[in-house]
């Protein structure tokens, strides 16, 4: 019903802007009751304006999950669009936009006009607040545990934060003892920027916010202004996708479990698991060899190095439980509303984690991403079902092929373990200095000397921020040795 309602574009356009009035009243809302307005905003329809409201692990007691506010609400992919001198056409650009798209939810002309320059200026304040993707690479930077108290004070006057937490993530239940806030500056600025600017820039804000999250859930004017801009200006796609291609990430948001339960039907094996599996071995080894021979590494910091590498969790293929759909109201003929009522059923989910132990079972990817990753909370690398397929693993190949592509990405997530971000993770996934000072004054020395490097690398006449690829450089590098090594 949903695959057949996402392609259904004739439906799509007869309905309209109907299936969006709910989502339009929330921002109308925000005149008299702004809690309301954000908590609907946020829990039930996926609209991130302002910020993002989720969960995680504590990262210094990882064993416990907490709420986590984390900086959103731009429209344009980074905050340096808002201020490098490069990206002035861009800006114009998302100006233009932004007018267009007011004008389709229908405001006047005018309005609209005034509309995106307001949204222009509220995104720059918010965008100047916001922490860069080099500084939000730092887990001592982004750790801001705090009392529901403490997050009354920082934010004063816009929304009254215990009735949002009731209302978008707690439903009722008690409140949490202590929450995580990734910067507290973007945060307070977001929730100024709420309380203080005039009632028709935020209105102008909040609908762009709405129009940005359902344009490819709409009719196919918002669809296509949205590839005009976001794929075809920013990006350089000159064609748009068919209608099928783009309804499969569709599904794929709304019920990436159901998708992946057929995926592994039918395209995963247990002898590639056990193959994947015996890799996992070699290259574990291989890391443990690397590790007992470091010149510079004291005993003390080695044994701990030791102990994290033994520690590595593993996860291959897919999870032991898969999530449940029978409660989603899934309807033939509402595409939209789908989508909006999967939101909703996505964020109860996640909030359940919170202000409760951490759940060690759960995948972070779906069985069917081309893709692995390792999680500093957990301690563990997992790789979904669909990267043990040709060409990263084949079973009739070669061992120097597998290792040469699977080898290469489990020495890489394995890596990540001691990169310049996973290398401040202890043993049992806490941030926490666990390195000798002389040792890591040495590890330090190496990474600067890597980050130089990278830094010199030009792209398309742009030097590389060896700061900000420095985890994926040392990734990289380490995993296509212990790959060799291991082979």
Same mark, same amino acid.
């Given at each position: ?10 439906? $799509? ?30 829990? @039930? ?16 007691? &990882? ?6 506010? &984390? =900086? ?39 309005? !609209?006009?005034?509309?995106?320059? /307001?949204?222009?200026?509220? +995104? ?17 930077? #982004? ?15 816009? $929304? ?7 209302? !978008? ?16 500056? /973007?945060?307070? #600025?977001?929730?100024?920027? %709420? ?24 009719? &196919? ?15 350089? =796609? ?13 599904? @794929? ?7 992946? =339960? ?27 060899? *690397? ?18 590498? *033994?520690?590595?969790?593993?996860? $291959?293929? %897919?999870?032991?439980?898969? $999530? +449940? ?16 009522? !999967? ?45 043990? =397929? ?22 890489? @997530?394995? &890596? ?27 590890? +330090? ?16 006449? *742009? @030097? ?20 060799? *090594?291991?082979?």
């Amino acid at each position: 019903a949903f695959w057949r309602a996402s392609n259904d574009e004739a439906a $799509i356009d007869a309905a309209g802007l109907r299936p969006l009035e709910p989502v339009l009243a929330a921002c109308e809302l925000a005149t008299t009751d702004k809690t309301a307005a954000l908590a609907k905003l946020h829990a @039930e329809y996926g609209v991130n304006a302002f910020f993002a409201l989720g969960e995680g692990a504590d990262d210094k007691d &990882s064993a416990w999950t907490l709420h986590q506010l &984390s =900086q959103a609400g731009l429209g344009l992919p980074d905050r340096d669009y808002y201020f490098d001198e490069d990206k002035a056409d861009k800006r114009e650009l998302y100006a233009a936009h932004v007018h267009k798209m007011l004008a389709m939810l229908g405001d006047a002309d005018a309005d !609209a006009a005034a509309g995106a320059a /307001a949204v222009l200026r509220l +995104e720059t304040a918010l965008a100047a607040s916001h922490l860069t993707r080099t500084e939000r690479r730092d887990p001592d930077t #982004t750790y801001n545990r705090m009392a529901v108290g403490k997050l009354s004070a920082l934010c004063k006057g816009a $929304i009254e934060w215990p009735r949002y937490l009731e209302l !978008a993530a707690t439903h009722g239940a008690a409140l949490p003892k202590a929450l995580n806030v990734d910067s507290p500056v /973007a945060l307070a #600025t977001a929730m100024r920027l %709420f309380a203080d600017a005039p009632a028709a820039d935020v209105r102008a804000y909040l609908r762009w916010c709405v129009a940005l999250s359902c344009a490819p859930h709409l009719p &196919s004017a918002f669809v296509d202004a949205h590839f005009e801009f976001y794929s075809k200006a920013l990006s350089g =796609q000159q064609e748009q996708k068919p209608r099928w291609k783009r309804a499969m990430p569709m599904v @794929e948001a709304a019920l990436g479990d159901a998708v992946g =339960q057929l995926y592994v039907e039918r395209y995963f094996s247990a002898d590639a698991k056990g193959r994947a599996l015996h890799i996992v071995s070699k290259v574990r080894a291989a890391l443990e060899a *690397r590790l007992r021979e470091v010149p510079w590494m004291q005993d003390s910091t080695r044994a701990k190095a030791l102990d994290k590498m *033994r520690g590595f969790g593993v996860k $291959i293929g %897919f999870p032991d439980e898969w $999530i +449940e759909y029978a409660s989603l109201d899934v309807r033939h003929d509402d595409h939209l509303g789908n989508v909006l009522r !999967a939101r909703a059923f996505e964020h109860a989910r996640q909030m359940r984690y919170a202000d409760a132990p951490t759940d060690k079972t759960r995948w972070m990817m779906l069985p069917q991403q081309i893709n692995a990753y390792y999680h500093p909370n957990l301690n563990e690398i997992v790789f979904p079902a669909a990267i043990l =397929q040709p060409p990263f693993f084949n079973a009739d190949a070669d061992d120097a092929v597998n290792y040469g592509s699977f080898g290469a990405v489990v020495g890489h @997530e394995m &890596s990540h373990g001691f990169d310049d971000q996973g290398s401040q993770f202890d043993a049992s996934g806490n941030l926490h200095d666990w390195w000798a000072p002389t040792d890591k004054a040495e590890y +330090e020395a190496r990474v600067r000397v890597q980050v130089e490097q990278a830094s010199r690398v030009r792209v398309h006449g *742009r @030097e590389l921020n060896g700061k900000l690829t420095c985890g994926e450089n040392i990734a990289d590098l380490g995993g296509l040795r212990l790959a060799y *090594r291991a082979l």
